[in-house]
């Protein structure tokens, strides 16, 4: 299928540019060259690689925006999973020149965010990860656009619960590391069940071993388009005419996304990956997943039926996608941060959306709980059960969930931790206060579903 500027500036101007834009060019790096004996010889070898190849990403995307009248929101980099890059550290504190290396590079050449300072741990660590895992909150706490995730699940795995315990604890000493800033260290911080390797969108992006040496992948976000078209369409429309109009909606953005990174692939002389057709929302008001959900006829999202329509959106994003490129992957449906979504931020407030119904809807969202903040005294082990909530939701239905939770220090229910920019601010929900310590500190795995035995 051939893509022409004009073709997508008339799709542009056709969706009345409602908050549209590109969301991210992110360029995937394999760093699996960059191991050394020592860690700071690795550390240098990264920052070198990142800054050759990354030095003109940003300059070159700018470009490609302007000329195609497009807003592209983010520029950012997604490496190898840092773990593997070096996992011969004895400590925990030896690793931080390689997350600072990493952080600086992206300083240098301009990105918003790098992902990848993330560890595989869904059936087992060795004594590296292990050190690795624990290094995660100091070198998330003294740096600014590192990124870091763990895959705790798979489907093919089952889920690791000795690794989902010790998720919690770092996530209480990542909030206490950043205490002054609102707990901000967790709101760079994912864990995942059936984490895919090519998902631009952070904090859980990471290039895969599977990927190559250095790819674009661009991620497409729409909802003020689609909200601007749902709450414009008659009130009686039929859900399945609805779900039609979505579709061709996302078959626009999809396009546009596409002709963008494959452009921004050949100036670079690197090979387009995938583009993710996600709707993900931002504090702004419109750029709503939220309102999308109360335009369908909801009082507030979060209210009985707000999981029905969430799977009618989110399929009828993946369809559009599908039907536009060959290339779609990363995680493409829809987000609902709590924090970058302002009607979800009302409803949280109002209460009409709660922990267990954000819970239901990520059964048929593109992840999972996402930006979520819960009052600082919330124990371990508590938000470890929660993860583990979720990643059963993704080991059951083999997709992709994942938890970004943020317990604010010194908070407490009815409080707003306030994180500026694209994350936005998060109001403190409330948490079932019900132990569930003795489920979690009896740790090994729970094994694989039947369902996975499909060889």
Do not use: W
């Amino acid at each position: 299928m051939e893509y022409t500027q004009a073709e997508i500036l008339q799709t542009v101007r056709m969706t009345e540019m409602e908050h549209l834009d590109v969301r991210t060019v992110t360029l995937g790096l394999s760093l699996r060259d960059c191991v050394r004996a020592g860690v700071e010889e690795t550390a240098e070898a990264v920052r070198e690689k990142i800054e050759r190849t990354a030095a003109r990403l940003v300059p070159t995307v700018d470009e490609i925006g302007e000329e195609f009248g497009l807003r592209i929101a983010n520029k950012r980099i997604s490496i190898t999973p840092a773990s593997l890059v070096y996992d011969r550290a004895r400590s925990p504190r030896e690793l931080l020149p390689l997350a600072r290396a990493i952080d600086e590079a992206a300083g240098r050449v301009g990105v918003d965010f790098i992902g990848g300072y993330s560890a595989l741990v869904h059936k087992g660590e060795t004594r590296g990860a292990t050190t690795f895992v624990d290094s995660i909150p100091e070198a998330l706490a003294t740096t600014e656009r590192l990124c870091s995730s763990l895959s705790l699940a798979t489907t093919r795995a089952g889920i690791n619960m000795d690794a989902v315990r010790r998720t919690g604890e770092i996530i209480k000493e990542m909030a206490e590391l950043t205490r002054e800033r609102g707990g901000l260290a967790c709101a760079k911080f994912v864990c995942f069940a059936n984490a895919v390797e090519d998902n631009p969108f952070m904090a859980g992006a990471f290039h895969g071993a599977g990927e190559g040496e250095a790819v674009i992948n661009v991620g497409v976000s729409g909802p003020g388009v689609v909200n601007h078209a749902v709450r414009h369409a008659p009130r009686e429309t039929p859900l399945d005419e609805m779900a039609e109009l979505i579709k061709k909606l996302s078959f626009k953005l999809a396009r546009a996304g596409e002709l963008v990174g494959r452009e921004a692939a050949r100036r670079l002389g690197l090979r387009f990956g995938i583009i993710d057709l996600s709707l993900a929302p931002t504090p702004t008001r419109g750029d709503s997943v939220g309102e999308i959900l109360e335009a369908l006829g909801f009082e507030r999202a979060g209210a009985p039926g707000t999981t029905a329509a969430l799977a009618l959106l989110t399929d009828a994003v993946k369809k559009g996608g599908a039907m536009a490129s060959s290339a779609v992957g990363g995680m493409s449906g829809a987000f609902i941060p709590v924090s970058e979504d302002s009607a979800m931020i009302e409803a949280a407030q109002l209460g009409a959306l709660t922990l267990e119904k954000l819970e239901a809807m990520t059964s048929v969202c593109s992840v999972g709980l996402d930006m979520v903040a819960v009052p600082g005294d919330t124990p371990a082990e508590t938000i470890a059960a929660i993860i583990a909530d979720e990643m059963a939701i993704g080991v059951m239905n083999n997709k992709t969930t994942a938890v970004r939770i943020i317990p604010a220090p010194g908070r407490t229910v009815g409080d707003v931790v306030e994180f500026g920019g694209l994350l936005g601010s998060a109001p403190v929900m409330p948490v079932n206060r019900f132990s569930p310590g003795v489920f979690i500190r009896r740790g090994g795995r729970i094994p694989a579903p039947i369902h996975s035995l499909r060889n």
